[in-house]
């Protein structure tokens, strides 16, 4: 069982940035793809990015330009990126992770998540 402890979430101006970081708790950790989530107030679960076993990436069209993924292997961690947030960036962001290495955009497709981080953007 993997377990994914997301941190790095705050409250941030408008325009600013800010660093999510997860953390997994299992050597498979490597083997199979990450991605981010969010889930705003009153709103469905909403694909943020991906990235894959290798380090390709896919992006949700509202953070294209904005917000970088990656990972790091040898430390069992997967980073986002925030730069110019939005107030409508506010929401909990979850970290999750698949077997497969494939990166997915879809929640389904997700084996393990993490608790969430809250992520304010003021305006």
């Known amino acids: 069982q993997v377990q994914l402890v997301e941190s790095g979430g705050g409250l941030v101006q408008a325009g600013g940035s800010l660093s999510l970081s997860c953390a997994a708790s299992?050597?498979?950790?490597?083997?199979?793809?990450m991605g981010w989530f969010r889930q705003a107030p009153g709103k469905e679960r909403e694909f943020v990015a991906s990235?894959?076993?290798?380090?390709?990436?896919a992006y949700a069209d509202f953070v294209k330009g904005r917000f970088t993924i990656s990972r790091d292997n040898a430390k069992n961690t997967v980073h986002l990126q925030m730069n110019s947030v939005k107030p409508e960036d506010t929401a909990v962001y979850y970290c999750?992770?698949?077997?497969?290495?494939?990166?997915?955009?879809?929640?389904?497709?997700?084996?393990?998540w993490g608790q969430g981080t809250q992520v304010t953007v003021s305006s």
């Open positions: 999750a992770s698949r077997q497969v290495r494939l990166a997915a955009i879809t929640a389904t497709d997700y084996d393990y």
């Open positions: 299992s050597r498979t950790f490597s083997s199979g793809a």
């Open positions: 990235i894959s076993r290798s380090g390709n990436t």
